[in-house]
């Protein structure tokens, strides 16, 4: 591991100050993934501005309804907040099912949407990536895959984003606002994400420096009806192979409101707007729900080991969908 | 201007089951190698140094957590309890004593970070947090019993090589049914209904 120096910031003008000062700094929250990374060489940062005892780790109902979660509230404390569990309760079970509860109490919000990618071949300093090397290759294309995207990719990089916290969040339209030395900004969570095309080493909008200092989640009534569902190849501390975050509200027999998004599927987490556009007004039933998962996967461009996915994802949109109506009628 | 040169070491103090540890560290070293390199406290184990078996698991201001991605440096200020700090005495904590008479492991090697992370567990559950196998998280649907069910995926973070999940299971289960009817025995102190 390279050598670094350590700084711990109590305020967030001071934190954006010493990434401003030095590109080569790196901002340090629960270290769950970071750490990790700087063992294996592929990050090496000169200097860690320790962010976690920054003020923004208060999970707060506003006024109008929105929820604003700050950067350095850890998973746990996210996952336990009692106006998530009563108002997004697939965010809570999103975040409970990454990870393990050590990593958890470790990990912030902030942290999460910024993790890297699980990818075997970027975690290998020792072989090609186009995300850690641009321009070195993606071994993942012809090699081993049968956990990457099949949307959104490129012929550059196929590689997943592991969040699962990022999927409830993308569903329920999430807002992240961030600081820089030149002034603060904001980007909804599904714009953060860039798309992959020919760079997939740059993967956010974000300013270089910028430190995420809260999530937002505007009102949505809907989220009250939510589920999040994991698949993984065991039944507990994996990272997914496929899933989803749905929220459905159904009157009459009808579609009158719904999110979805997919998770282990592309470079971000994967808002299903084609989906939720074939939704909205139609019966709740069996055939609605896949003639949506079919119109959002028909964008699906899978790989020879990971069509698999394809199937998993529909599978799962009718299944979580179907639940959800009826627990919307109970 | 290219920024200064960082300094690579600090001198830090580390509050360790209530004593201070004063020491100088490179930055690089992990609370896990200082408390076993440095300190000579070596009942927290290294397995896989990723984060991934749980066997360095530790109390970080009383919740649990891995060690081994915990920097040294960064864990200056915080209460940190390891197993060595989990006896009173020659009194063994009602965990510890669970896995002992229920065989809660076969090595050994995993059960200091099993038994740090049961007793984070129990704390955790009787908070109320819900967990992923938990199937209405919302608050009004009250706390999960603490099934094996819930004890399995609350201990996954902790790896046995062993494969003694059935004792330990069964070691942590004692262990919080045991702390529950503490809590609801009429044997607790009276001191606030006695002022009251």
């Given at each position: ?58 999970v ?7 929820l604003?979660i700050?950067?350095?509230v850890?998973n746990?404390?996210l996952a336990a907040h009692?106006e998530v569990r009563r108002r997004y309760p697939a965010l809570t079970q999103a975040v409970l099912a990454g ?10 919000v902030?942290?999460n ?50 969040s699962d916290m990022g999927v409830a969040l993308t569903a329920f339209d999430a ?40 999530v937002?989640l505007?009102?949505a009534?809907?989220a009250a009806?939510s589920r999040y ?16 975050a749905?929220a ?11 999110r979805?998004a ?7 987490p ?61 | ?136 998280v ?59």
């Amino acid at each position: 591991m390279r050598e670094f120096g350590y700084q711990r910031v109590f305020d967030v003008s001071g934190a954006v100050a010493l990434l401003d000062a030095d590109p080569d700094a790196r901002f340090l929250g629960g270290g769950t993934n970071l750490v990790d990374l700087m063992k294996t060489g592929v990050e090496r940062p000169a200097r860690l501005v320790d962010v976690r005892e920054l003020p923004l780790d208060t999970v707060e109902l506003m006024s109008d309804g929105s929820l604003r979660i700050g950067a350095t509230v850890t998973n746990s404390d996210l996952a336990a907040h009692p106006e998530v569990r009563r108002r997004y309760p697939a965010l809570t079970q999103a975040v409970l099912a990454g990870a393990s509860g050590q990593l958890r109490n470790m990990a912030t919000v902030g942290g999460n949407l910024l993790q890297r990618t699980r990818c075997g071949y970027f975690a290998d300093v020792t072989k090609p990536c186009n995300k850690r090397v641009p321009g070195s290759g993606c071994p993942a294309i012809e090699g081993e895959h049968h956990n990457h995207a099949i949307l959104g990719a490129s012929d550059r990089c196929v590689a997943t984003h592991p969040s699962d916290m990022g999927v409830a969040l993308t569903a329920f339209d999430a807002v992240v606002s961030y600081e820089t030395a030149e002034g603060p900004g904001e980007v909804p969570l599904s714009w953060l994400y860039l798309p992959v095309g020919d760079t997939p080493h740059r993967e956010t909008d974000l300013p270089p420096g910028a430190l995420i200092t809260h999530v937002t989640l505007p009102p949505a009534p809907v989220a009250a009806n939510s589920r999040y569902r994991k698949v993984r190849e065991r039944a507990s501390y994996a990272f997914a192979i496929g899933s989803t975050a749905a929220a459905l509200d159904v009157q009459d027999g009808v579609v009158r409101d719904v999110r979805l998004a997919f998770g282990a599927v592309a470079s971000r987490p994967w808002r299903a707007r084609a989906a939720e556009r074939v939704l909205i007004g139609a019966p709740a039933d069996a055939e609605t729900f896949a003639a949506a998962a079919d119109a959002e996967l028909a964008a699906a461009r899978p790989l020879p080991h990971n069509g698999y996915k394809v199937t998993l994802m529909r599978n799962l949109v009718v299944a979580e969908l179907t639940r959800l109506a009826e627990e919307a009628t109970r | 201007m290219a920024p200064a040169t960082p300094s690579t070491h600090s001198a830090i103090s580390l509050n360790i089951n209530g004593e201070k540890h004063a020491l100088s560290v490179d930055h690089r070293t992990t609370l896990l190698d200082a408390l076993r390199e440095r300190l000579d406290m070596t009942g927290t184990k290294k397995g896989c140094d990723q984060g991934q078996c749980g066997a360095c698991t530790v109390l970080l201001d009383g919740r649990r957590a891995v060690s081994c991605l915990q920097l040294a440096v960064a864990a200056e200020g915080r209460e940190i309890t390891t197993i060595e700090g989990m006896a009173t005495g020659d009194q063994l904590h009602p965990v510890q004593k669970a896995f002992l008479d229920l065989d809660g492991y076969q090595c050994g090697y995993c059960t200091p970070g099993q038994i740090c992370s049961a007793i984070a567990v129990i704390e955790e559950h009787a908070a109320g947090w819900p967990s992923a196998v938990t199937d209405d998280v919302r608050p009004e649907a009250g706390p999960p019993p603490l099934s094996a069910d819930e004890i399995r995926e609350r201990m996954s973070g902790n790896l046995c090589r062993c494969g003694a999940y059935v004792s330990i299971v069964e070691a942590v289960a004692r262990a919080a049914a045991a702390e529950t009817r503490t809590v609801t025995s009429a044997d607790l102190p009276q001191t606030e209904e006695a002022a009251a």
